[in-house]
Every structure is written in C-alpha cells, then in structure tokens.
C-alpha cells in the first residue's frame, strides 16, 4: 500500500541550528531552501522549517504508560531496527530527551518502542517503532 505523503512547517528561530539538527543529527536531505524557510526530505514527506522569531511552548503534556509525553509533537514510525540506530545517533550526538527511548505497552496490543525530544528551536519530536506494524491501530 503506497502511503499518502504529507507536508508540516515548523517554526524554528535559527535555520542554522535547524540545518545541523535536521540535516546533520537526523541526516535529512535537503531540499529548496531560502533565506528564512528550508524543506526536508522526512523520509519522503515534506518538513519545511520556518524562521519565526520567539520561544516555543508546548501547549502541555498527556499521560501515557506512565509519562508526560509533550503536546504538540511530530515524527515517524520507523522499523525496530532504525529506531534502535537513530536512538543510538541521537545518544552520541548528545541528545537531551524527553523521554528516553523505551519499550511501552510491552505484551498489549500496539507493543512499541519510543522516545521523544525536542529539536534547537523546541519543537517536540515523537519516534517509534512496533513490534508488529499491522498493530499501528490495534485495540
């Protein structure tokens, strides 16, 4: 089944850090740029950075397995293995998470791993993986 892209524009403060977080940290290619915007390629769907001035907040947190899992908050569903290999990029670059990366609902329906962070400009960022991938919905 082939998956519907989509496209999201974040606001970002400084498009030289988003450029060695998103390009560098995340290895994300490149795309059209400008003096205030730069697209990249999010595994095939379209994140465009914006340069808007000001600290970012998130809106609040929501309980689950346990955590205070920031809201608003983006990212990808990615195989077990490239979410282990990601984790360990993000580790040894330094990353701060905010919730390091685990396994949740171990033994239930939707069995994944996660972890979230936030980018330079504070925008929180969700990664996972299932188990089993046909239990993205799973009851």
Do not use: C
């Not at 003096?35 to 769907?45: I, L, M, R």
């Not at 390091?100 to 791993?113: D, K, M, N």
């Amino acid at each position: 089944m082939t998956r519907p892209g989509f496209h999201l524009a974040i606001p970002v403060d400084d498009l030289a850090r988003a450029r060695e977080f998103y390009g560098g940290v995340l290895g994300l290619p490149e795309g059209r740029s400008d003096t205030a915007w730069v697209d990249w390629n999010f595994h095939g769907h379209q994140v465009v950075t914006h340069v808007v001035p000001g600290a970012r907040t998130e809106s609040g947190r929501n309980p689950v397995d346990g955590h205070d899992v920031p809201v608003p908050h983006f990212g990808l569903i990615l195989s077990v293995e490239d979410f282990h290999e990601l984790a360990d990029k993000l580790r040894a670059a330094g990353t701060e998470f905010v919730i390091e990366p685990y396994q949740r609902f171990a033994g239930e329906p939707g069995e994944q791993w996660t972890m979230f962070l936030h980018d330079p400009a504070g925008n929180a960022l969700e990664f996972k993986a299932f188990r089993d991938e046909s239990q993205l919905f799973a009851k």
